[in-house]
Each structure stands twice: as structure tokens, then as C-alpha cells.
């Protein structure tokens, strides 16, 4: 039933690991983002994909890297993880560009 | 560079008062002003706000915006202790872009 499901809720990592998290929305949107929410609460939109195409990439290190592999599934991949990386990180989803996302439930990120 | 900035950043308040919630912002291509309310986890969607002057209500919360003093207002009457969260306004730019403020955290005591 959940319409954005993000896997793992919580991830617990040493630094320099890799890591995935995994994105998938039932809605039938064609639009899905990835937005960092940091321990001021802060929410910056880090990519955006329309039907697999990158549409925004935010000034974002090259270590993180959006895997689109079709309209349902954005993955995010980082590598060489830092301690700077953790972070509440929220998948969303739209159709279209006119907002009124709906959020997936965040995976939490901690890097030691 | 785009600035969203909320106020009061947070407060307390009894149930039943009523409060109201600011957000003004300076961005490049404002195509709407949505609100969220965030409790533990996901932000859950509230309101889009796309012409000046017309307020949306849903219930005990409404909403207005204005487009020339570029700013918007969330209200909520009769608070419960429910509406405890944090309030965030986004304007929608280009490309689907929400542009977040910091939030204002509402805490509603019984």
C-alpha cells in the first residue's frame, strides 16, 4: 500500500564504506527527487529525474550518484562515505513539475 | 541566491489558541507556495498556493499568499495537541524544485 517506500530506514556506516539506498513509488508519477534533510532540518533537493532523464543535479559531490532504471526506482549510491554525510535523506515523487510531492518515510543516515 | 525564512522559528501555545505561521521568500521563477507539515517522519503535504489573495482552507488550517509582498501565512484555529510538528513552506521553482525553509516547530500542550 505505501505509495514511496525507501529501504533501509536506518543505515549505520564507517567512513569510507559504500552504500545504497533504494526508492520505489507506486503512484505512477514520472517525476522522483532525492533531498537531504541535515541535523538543522534543512530539506535541499539533491537530484530530480522525469521518466529516467536527470533533470537537476544540485551542487552535490560527484560521490553520490542517482540511478533512475525506470519511472518507479530511484536509487542513490554514495561512495567513500564521510562523517558530513549523515543525514535524514527523503525520496519523493511527482507527476509533473508542479509540486505536491508525496515523501517517502527517510533513511537515516549515520556515518562513524 | 533564493531565500525562504520562516517565523517565528518555533512555539509553544495551549490547545484551542490559535496561531499563525509566516513565510517570506526571494526566488528566481516562483511558480507556487506549498506548505507541509512534518511530525516524525515524511513531510505530508498541506497546500499549493498559486494566486495571490484566495485562501485555501482544510479544515482548522488555512492559507494565503501573497504574490507582490511575497509572502504567505498558515493558520491554525482550535489547535490540538495533534498539530504538534514542524510547518515548512516551500516555494516551487523551476523544474519541480521546492525550495524549503527552516520550518517552524509547533508545540501544542494539553
Known amino acids: 500500500d505505501t505509495a514511496v517506500s525507501q529501504t533501509p530506514k536506518y543505515l549505520v556506516t564507517q567512513m569510507g564504506n559504500d552504500k545504497s539506498i533504494k526508492c520505489e513509488q507506486n503512484l505512477g508519477h514520472d517525476t522522483m527527487y532525492w533531498y537531504k534533510q541535515d541535523s538543522k532540518k534543512f530539506l535541499k533537493i539533491m537530484f530530480s529525474?522525469?521518466?529516467?532523464?536527470?533533470?537537476i543535479n544540485e551542487t552535490v559531490p560527484n560521490r553520490f550518484s542517482p540511478k533512475s532504471p525506470d519511472k518507479a526506482h530511484l536509487n542513490l549510491h554514495i561512495n567513500s562515505l564521510e562523517l558530513g554525510d549523515s543525514a535524514v535523506y527523503f525520496c519523493?515523487?511527482?507527476?509533473?513539475?508542479?509540486?505536491?510531492?508525496?515523501f517517502g518515510s527517510g533513511t537515516r543516515l549515520t556515518v562513524v | 541566491e533564493d531565500k525562504v525564512v520562516q517565523s517565528p522559528l518555533s512555539l509553544v501555545v495551549h490547545e484551542g489558541d490559535t496561531v499563525t505561521l509566516n513565510c517570506s521568500y526571494e526566488v528566481t521563477n516562483f511558480r507556487s507556495l506549498l506548505w507541509y507539515k512534518q511530525e516524525k517522519k515524511a513531510p505530508t503535504f498541506l497546500f499549493m498556493l498559486?494566486?495571490?489573495?484566495i485562501e485555501k482552507k482544510s479544515g482548522r488550517l488555512s492559507s494565503i499568499l501573497d504574490k507582490k509582498e511575497l509572502f504567505s501565512i498558515l493558520n491554525i484555529t482550535a489547535t490540538q495537541t495533534g498539530d504538534s510538528a514542524v510547518y515548512l513552506c516551500?516555494?516551487?521553482?523551476?523544474?519541480?524544485?521546492?525550495?524549503f525553509g527552516a520550518g517552524t516547530q509547533v508545540v501544542v500542550t494539553p
Open positions: 516551500a516555494p516551487l521553482v523551476d523544474w519541480g524544485k521546492l525550495q
Open positions: 519523493a515523487s511527482s507527476q509533473g513539475f508542479q509540486g505536491g510531492y508525496t
Open positions: 529525474y522525469n521518466n529516467k532523464e536527470l533533470i
Open positions: 498559486t494566486s495571490s489573495g
